[in-house]
C-alpha cells in the first residue's frame, strides 16, 4: 500500500493567496483526519470525516479555513484568504473503524506551507 | 513535514542504553494512550498502545508504562539505536461519541554513536 498522499510537500505563497492542500487516504479506511503542526500549538486536529461525512470540525481555525472530502479516497483542505499565520505544517491521516476516534492514525508526509 | 524538536525537551542517550520517555497526560477520563513517532521531514507513525485497564504493555523493543494515579505514562525503548532519533509524542483519548485524540507537545530523542 502506497499510505496517505499528499500534495504538495512544500507550498510557498502571499499572504492572501488562496491555498489548497490534497490527501488521498488508504483505501478502505473510515477516517480521514487535517491536522496542523507548529512549534507553538504541536499537532492540532482541524477537522475529521467519517465515510466522507464531516463529523467535527471544532478544530478549524476560522472561515478562512474549509475541508472537503467528495469521495473515499479525496479530501481536500482549503485556506482563503491565506496569513502569514497559517505558516505550518499540515497533515493528513486516515484510519480504520475500529469504534473509535482513535486506534492506529496513518500520517502522510504533510504538507509544508509558507505563507509569506 | 519537519519535526519541531529544536524547540522541544531533548533527551540525550548513548547507542546501545536504554531509554525511557516520560509524558504528562491531562486528562484523567482517558482510557486509550498512543505513543507515535516523528522523525525528520515525515509524518508521525504509530508506535504503541496502551488502554486503561492495563499497566504495561510491550513490543518489539519498547515498552509502554502506564500509571492513572499521577496520569503518567512513559515510553521505554530497549538497546536504543541511531534509527531511533525522532521526536516522540504521547497521545491521549476519552474513547466514546465524539472524542478526540489529543497530542502531547513531544520530547526530542538524540542517540549519541
Known amino acids: 500500500d502506497a499510505g496517505v498522499i499528499q500534495s504538495p510537500r512544500h507550498e510557498v505563497t502571499e499572504m492572501g493567496q488562496e491555498v489548497t492542500l490534497r490527501c488521498k487516504p488508504i483505501s478502505g479506511h473510515d477516517y480521514l483526519f487535517w491536522y496542523r503542526q507548529t512549534m507553538m500549538r504541536g499537532l492540532e486536529l482541524l477537522i475529521y470525516f467519517n465515510n466522507n461525512v464531516p463529523i467535527d470540525d471544532s478544530g478549524m481555525p476560522e472561515d478562512r479555513f474549509s475541508a472537503k472530502m467528495p469521495n473515499a479516497s479525496f479530501s481536500t483542505l482549503k485556506i482563503q484568504p491565506s496569513e502569514p499565520r497559517d505558516s505550518a505544517v499540515y497533515f493528513c491521516a486516515s484510519s480504520l473503524d475500529r469504534g473509535l476516534v482513535a486506534g492506529e492514525l496513518f500520517f502522510g508526509e504533510g504538507s509544508r506551507l509558507t505563507v509569506l | 513535514g519537519e519535526s519541531v524538536g529544536l524547540h522541544l525537551p531533548t533527551l540525550s542517550v548513548q547507542e546501545g542504553d536504554n531509554s525511557i520517555i516520560n509524558c504528562a497526560y491531562s486528562n484523567s477520563a482517558s482510557d486509550y494512550f498512543i505513543w507515535y513517532k516523528q522523525e525528520s521531514g515525515k509524518g508521525p507513525q504509530f508506535i504503541i498502545d496502551?488502554?486503561?485497564?492495563?499497566d504495561k504493555r510491550q513490543g518489539q523493543r519498547v515498552t509502554v508504562l502506564l500509571n492513572k494515579t499521577v496520569k503518567h505514562l512513559s515510553l521505554q525503548i530497549a538497546a536504543t539505536q541511531p534509527g531511533d532519533s525522532a521526536v516522540y509524542f504521547c497521545a491521549e483519548i476519552c474513547t466514546g461519541a465524539n472524542s478526540k485524540l489529543t497530542f502531547g507537545k513531544g520530547i526530542t530523542l538524540s542517540v549519541r554513536p
Open positions: 496502551i488502554r486503561s485497564n492495563m
